[in-house]
Every structure is written in structure tokens, then in C-alpha cells.
């Protein structure tokens, strides 16, 4: 089975620009969840999808928002961004729910904001 | 914060040595996951401890959980090179709906 895929890997965009960034579930999986990584707070947990419904929200502001389609690949998009918002942000395919059993990371996407 | 708590930061060791990293947690948990990631790349599943488990073994991988404690230990036996990286412990809180990773380890393997 293919892993997970996260497109792209490297991004630069300025401040006030909006992201898209895109992950595809290994085949199967019905479960998404993101998580962002800084060197400063670590990996932080940014929302969960399963079946194109959000089930779990991290501590974001609402200018984080994702969505799932229905062959379970999903969107995170991020608007107006800060500088703060460079990061490696990860996707993670499970079976049915996140927490209960193992996560598959795809390679992840680095966003640079300037 | 429900985060999980590693120790130590940082490890480095010669090639042959064992590495021991800890986890600690605050609540009570229906497992504890261990991942291990290369350099700003994606994480990779190393082992799943349930919280009716004390110890499970994958390879050079030797994974406790003592429950009473509320910590969990990651052991890697005779080390190589590759194994270095940055470990991660993950806590699936009963209380939650998601995993919670910690800080993590950052692992030195000198040849």
C-alpha cells in the first residue's frame, strides 16, 4: 500500500497570503488528523477528520480550517498568515480513530513565511 | 496542559551502547504510543502499549508502561548510527479524543 502523501513539501508565501496544503490517506483510512511542528511548542494537534466530518479541534485560531472529501483526501487552509505560522505541518491517516490506534505521518509540508 | 513530559531532552551515546528514554503523563490513558522522526521529516510508529500492558518488544525496541506511575520507558539495545533521531512518546488519555505527544528525545548515535 502507498503511505501517506502530503503535497507540497516546500512552500514560501508572504504574510497575509492564504495556504492550501493537501494529504492522501493510505487507502482504507477513514481518519486525518494535522498537527503542526515548531521548534518552540512542539507537535501540536490542529484538527482530526473522519468520514469529511471534523471530529476534533486543537487550540487554533479560526484561520486554521481543513476539510475532508468524500475518498477521505483533505485540505488544510490556512489564511491570513503570520509569521508564526511557518512550521512543518504533518498529516496522519488511521484506520477509524486517531487516538485509539496507530497513526501513519506522511513526510510532512515546511511552510515558510516571509 | 495534559502533555506528556520526556526525559531527557537530549542523548548521545557511542554505537553498541543502549539508549533509555522516559515518558511521563498526567492522567489516566488508553494507550501510549512511541514514534521516532529523522531529521524535520515525518513520524514513523515504533510501538502501541495499552494500559493493561507492562512491556512489549519490537526488535531492539523495549517498551514499559507502569501505569501507577503514570510513565512509560523506550529502551533501543545496541544502538547503531541510525537510530539517530528524535523520539517521541504519544498518550491516548482516556479523557480525550486524540494523542497528545510530548517534547521528545533527540538521540545521538556517534559511530
Known amino acids: 500500500k502507498a503511505g501517506v502523501t502530503q503535497t507540497p513539501r516546500y512552500l514560501i508565501k508572504t504574510r497575509g497570503q492564504q495556504v492550501t496544503l493537501s494529504c492522501s490517506p493510505i487507502?482504507?483510512?477513514?481518519?486525518v488528523s494535522w498537527y503542526q511542528q515548531t521548534p518552540g511548542q512542539g507537535l501540536q494537534f490542529l484538527f482530526e477528520?473522519?468520514?469529511?466530518?471534523?471530529?476534533n479541534k486543537g487550540n487554533f485560531p479560526g484561520r486554521f480550517s481543513g476539510r475532508q472529501f468524500s475518498n477521505s483526501r483533505s485540505e488544510m487552509n490556512v489564511s491570513t498568515l503570520e509569521l508564526g505560522d511557518s512550521a512543518l505541518y504533518l498529516c496522519a491517516s488511521s484506520l477509524t480513530t486517531s487516538g485509539r490506534e496507530t497513526q501513519y505521518f506522511g513526510p510532512g509540508t515546511r511552510l515558510l513565511v516571509l | 496542559s495534559q502533555q506528556g513530559e520526556e526525559d531527557p531532552q537530549a542523548l548521545s551515546i557511542q554505537e553498541g551502547e543502549n539508549a533509555t528514554m522516559n515518558c511521563s503523563y498526567k492522567?489516566?490513558?488508553?494507550?501510549l504510543q512511541w514514534y521516532r522522526q529523522n531529521s524535520g521529516r515525518g513520524l514513523v510508529h515504533l510501538i502501541l502499549i495499552r494500559s493493561n500492558e507492562r512491556e512489549k518488544h519490537s526488535g531492539r525496541l523495549r517498551v514499559t508502561l507502569d501505569t501507577s506511575k503514570k510513565s512509560s520507558s523506550l529502551l533501543i539495545t545496541a544502538s547503531r548510527a541510525a537510530d539517530t533521531a528524535s523520539y517521541f512518546c504519544?498518550?491516548?488519555?482516556?479523557?480525550?479524543?486524540?494523542?497528545?505527544f510530548g517534547g521528545g528525545t533527540r538521540v545521538l548515535v556517534k559511530p
Open positions: 477528520y473522519f468520514s469529511e466530518t471534523q471530529r
Open positions: 492522567t489516566s490513558i488508553n494507550n
Open positions: 487507502s482504507g483510512h477513514r481518519s
Open positions: 504519544a498518550t491516548d488519555y482516556v479523557a480525550g479524543n486524540k494523542l497528545t
